[in-house]
C-alpha cells in the first residue's frame, strides 16, 4: 500500500519568515495530494491540494508543489503570522478503488511573533 | 450548515465496556470516514462508506464495526474497549473520494482505562 513519509515533525519559524514541509510518497500511481490543517481541539481543515497533472498550485500566501519523478511534495507558506501555528498533514491518494488517503505524521508549526 | 457533527466530544469508557460514537453530516455526501488519530502517528482509516448500506474496512478495522443506514449517520461501534482504542476518533464525509475536499467533524476523545 501506499506510504507517505512527512518532515520536519516539528518547525519553529518567526513571524514572518517562510515554513516549508516536504512529503515523499511511495505509490506512483497516487495522483491527489491534499494538505490539511488542524488547530487545537478540532478537526482537520483542508488548505491546498494539487493533482498529478500539476507541478505547482497557489493560494496566496500558501503553495504546494509536486515531482511526481522524485515522489515528493511539498507546502510552502509564506509571510506567515501567528494564527498559522498549527498541525499540518500531507496525504496522498492512489485510486484504483482504494478510496482511502494515506496520511503523513504531521507536522506541528509554531510562528513566533 | 452543521457539516460533520460527531458525538459525543468525550468519554472515558472502562475496559469491556460498549458504546456508540455517533456521526450525522448534512451535505448529503456519498463518503464517509472514521480515523483514529494517535499522538504523532496522524490520521489512519478504520472504515469507511460509498453510500448507504456500503461499508469496507479501512487500515485498522480490529475491534470496531460500522453500520450505514442513511446517507446521513454514520456510527462507529466499540463492542468491548481495551486500552489499545484509547485515542481521538474523527469522521469525516466528501463527495468523492479523489479531487475533492473531506469535511472533518470536531473529534470525539475516548479514554479507555
Known amino acids: 500500500g501506499e506510504n507517505v513519509e512527512q518532515h520536519p515533525s516539528t518547525l519553529s519559524v518567526q513571524e514572518g519568515d517562510s515554513a516549508v514541509i516536504k512529503c515523499t510518497y511511495s505509490?506512483?500511481?497516487?495522483?491527489?495530494f491534499p494538505w490539511y490543517k488542524q488547530e487545537l481541539g478540532k478537526g482537520p481543515q483542508l488548505i491546498i491540494d494539487?493533482?498529478?497533472?500539476?507541478g505547482e498550485k497557489k493560494d496566496q500566501r500558501i503553495a504546494v508543489t509536486l515531482n511526481k519523478t522524485a515522489k515528493h511534495f511539498s507546502l510552502h507558506i509564506t509571510e506567515t503570522q501567528p494564527e498559522d501555528s498549527a498541525v499540518y498533514f500531507c496525504a496522498a491518494y492512489s485510486g484504483a478503488g482504494s478510496y482511502q488517503l494515506t496520511f503523513g505524521k504531521g507536522t506541528k508549526l509554531s510562528v513566533i511573533p | 450548515n452543521a457539516g460533520v457533527t460527531q458525538t459525543p466530544k468525550f468519554r472515558i469508557l472502562k475496559i469491556g465496556q460498549s458504546m456508540t460514537l455517533q456521526c450525522t453530516q448534512d451535505m448529503n455526501h456519498n463518503y464517509m470516514y472514521w480515523y483514529r488519530q494517535d499522538p504523532g502517528m496522524g490520521l489512519k482509516l478504520i472504515y469507511y462508506s460509498v453510500g448507504a448500506g456500503i461499508t469496507d474496512k479501512g487500515e485498522v478495522p480490529n475491534g470496531y464495526n460500522v453500520s450505514r443506514s442513511t446517507t446521513e449517520d454514520f456510527p462507529l461501534r466499540l463492542e468491548l474497549a481495551a486500552p489499545s482504542q484509547t485515542s481521538v476518533y474523527f469522521c469525516a464525509s466528501s463527495p468523492s473520494p479523489v479531487n475533492t475536499e473531506a469535511f472533518f467533524g470536531q473529534g470525539t476523545r475516548l479514554t479507555v482505562v
Open positions: 494539487i493533482r498529478s497533472n500539476v
Open positions: 505509490d506512483s500511481a497516487s495522483n491527489y
